[in-house]
């Protein structure tokens, strides 16, 4: 089988999923898994409604918003509206009624219940959507197969059940399923982590030894910069897993960090291309393939913290104090992107996606002199040479490590 994964930008409206369509016709759709995200920013929305529900505002609002924008694409794709729409109305409605109803204090969980919802809604409209134009298809309820962890919100799969559950898929249809999502033991929904459908979609690859996975973006392929904050970036016609995986973890969004492992276990071939040019050939992801062509790769990461310790006392950052520093960290969710020490201090550039650095740091505040700049820029540039920094922009320089093919270099705009 083969599998194909559309984000958000590829159904963010009525056009784009008759697109979605059209692609498919174009480029065969026999046998393969289509994984399918939420449309447009309903993530983002889903989030707002959980917070309102916290901090015990009107949330009902925000959910009638969703619901309406979703039933306003869904009135120009269908010739016969009834039936979806009642599906949609009775979706938007269950999370009204899970929110009054639920007594459980754990935001996570409450976030897993209600944010699943996009993928859900989505998933149903072009199903139905598909079907109507003749691209027979079933819908899939992925939490039916893909099992986690009871971690909401950043759920770790299971693999033994979710590779047995996928067995039973016959081959030779056409499926639509819903990125993003698993479930527990229990059958309450869990997440992978924003952004986690094209994880989502390399674990089904690996489940169902696919043949090849594609994902569909907004860009031609895997690019050497993101072009929302480079000009001119270059397609990269192929590049090797350890590559992609490179790439990713130091911030290239257009993959999800997690996604290589999977399809490098099985060396299954995988693919990013245009979904406004399917045919185009994209970026080729592969065992051993070179970086081609063998150019500079610019990536950036916004909104980092540069948090420097130093000892009070002049006394040695010893390993005990490194991994009392680590631990901590950990515990509070906050990712370390670089480091670097010395004899008697300690930088970190971190991310909190939690927003729990604060109150991490006034706990360390005792033991440590804590120098923190807020909002600062990291860029790391991947096989740089002497040209390639002068791509950056002219930025105050806190910090720069240079390893042996990887330069970066952290900024104060
Ligand atoms: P999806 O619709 O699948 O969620 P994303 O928005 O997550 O797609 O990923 C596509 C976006 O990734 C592009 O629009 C682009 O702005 C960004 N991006 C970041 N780095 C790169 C890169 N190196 N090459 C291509 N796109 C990149
Ligand atoms: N819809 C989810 C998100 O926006 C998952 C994804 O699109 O990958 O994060
Ligand atoms: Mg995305």
């Not at 997440?191 to 690859?205: C, F, H, K, Q, V």
């Not at 806190?398 to 390893?403: D, E, I, K, P, V």
Request: proline share 3%; net charge negative.
């Amino acid at each position: 089988m083969k599998v194909y994964k559309f984000g958000g930008a590829s159904v963010k409206d009525a056009d784009s999923v008759k697109n979605v369509a059209i692609l498919l016709e174009k480029v065969g759709c026999e046998d393969t898994f289509m994984v399918v995200s939420a449309m447009g920013k309903t993530t983002n929305a889903l989030e707002e409604v959980v917070q309102l529900y916290f901090d015990e505002q009107d949330y009902e609002k925000k959910i009638h918003e969703i619901e309406a924008f979703h039933l306003e694409i869904v009135k120009e794709l269908f010739d016969d509206q009834t039936k979806i729409n009642q599906e949609l109305k009775i979706f938007f409605s269950d999370i009204v009624s899970f929110l009054r109803r639920n007594k459980s204090p754990n935001y996570s969980y409450v976030y897993d219940q209600v944010v699943c919802n996009g993928e859900l809604a989505s998933t149903r409209i072009i199903s139905a959507y598909l079907n109507q134009t003749g691209i027979a298809n079933t819908w899939l309820d992925v939490r039916d197969y893909l099992k986690t962890d009871n971690n909401y919100r950043e759920g770790k799969v299971n693999w033994d059940e979710t590779e047995k559950n996928f067995r039973t898929i016959e081959s030779g249809k056409l499926y639509v399923t819903q990125g993003f999502l698993g479930s527990d033991e229990n059958h309450f929904t869990t997440t992978l982590g924003r952004e986690g459908s094209d994880y989502t979609a390399a674990i089904i690859a690996y489940c169902l030894d696919a043949q090849s996975m594609t994902i569909w973006k907004d860009v031609p392929g895997v690019l050497n910069a993101d072009p929302r904050y480079f000009s001119d970036p270059v397609l990269l016609n192929h590049i090797s897993y350890e590559e992609a995986i490179e790439l990713a973890y130091y911030g290239a969004s257009v993959i999800h960090p997690k996604t290589m492992q999977p399809l490098q276990n099985k060396e299954i071939p995988f693919f990013v291309k245009s979904f406004i040019n399917p045919t185009d050939s994209g970026t080729a992801i592969k065992k051993g393939a070179p970086l081609e062509p063998k150019i500079s790769c610019f990536i950036l990461k916004k909104d980092q913290h540069l948090v420097r310790f130093s000892s009070k006392d002049f006394s040695f950052i010893t390993e005990d104090k490194l991994s009392g520093i680590f631990n901590q960290l950990y515990d509070a969710k906050i990712k370390v992107n670089l480091m670097q020490n010395s004899a008697i201090s300690l930088s970190l550039c971190v991310e909190d996606k939690y927003g729990n650095l604060k109150e991490l740091l006034n706990k360390l505040d005792k033991m440590y002199n804590i120098q923190h700049d807020e909002q600062v820029n990291l860029y790391t540039i991947r096989h740089f040479d002497e040209h390639s920094e002068k791509v950056l922009p002219l930025e105050r320089e806190l910090l720069r490590q240079t390893l042996k093919e990887t330069l970066q270099i952290v900024t104060k705009a």
